[in-house]
């Protein structure tokens, strides 16, 4: 009885492990022929959208954010030019602006705005190209300065927004 009992747990254990093979955690699913990707430089044109500014190295530090987790996610590889999948776009938005006030009419919290202009195009299924806008915040007090929030505020928008355009293209949530 005992020897059934352990064919059927090592029976089991065999399947379960042989169905988790072809999920991902990510949820990230690509036909296998698909092997490289390209992200070209997500050009700032932020600052000629009005109330918006021009950050200095935020297009290069964007461009690499999503470059850093298509590696991460996935085992593609990055090419810079005839990629399976290329990215493209522009930041179209960096701005500041008050959330909250209080009684005195001064802002008590601030709100960091980033948008982001993305083209996907996939060589292999053209009917899950797009073009779409993408946005996140971060909220911080208005007693600090954005250079003190800064790195905080910028890791917070990336990884979301980044996530966001994977999951679009490649997950097509």
Known sequence: MKTVLKYFAVIGFTFTL????????????????????????????????????????LERDFTIALQDLILNQTSLDLVTSNGDLVFEGEITEFRISPTTSTSNNTAAQNRLTMSVNV???????????????????????????????????????????????????????
């Not at 690509?30 to 992200?39: G, K």
């Open 18 to 57: 042989l169905g988790c093979g072809a999920y991902s955690f990510t949820g990230i699913s690509l036909p296998p022929e698909t092997s490289t990707f390209q992200v070209n430089y997500f050009q700032n044109y932020a600052g000629s959208n009005p109330g918006s500014t021009v950050e200095p190295g």
């Open 119 to 173: 083209r996907y195009f996939n060589k292999l299924d053209e009917e899950s190209n797009f073009e779409r806008r993408f946005s996140f915040y971060y909220d911080y007090p208005a007693a600090s300065l954005l250079t003190q929030v800064k790195d905080e505020a910028l890791t917070e928008i990336f990884e979301r927004i980044t996530q966001d355009i994977v999951n679009k293209a490649m997950a097509n949530w």
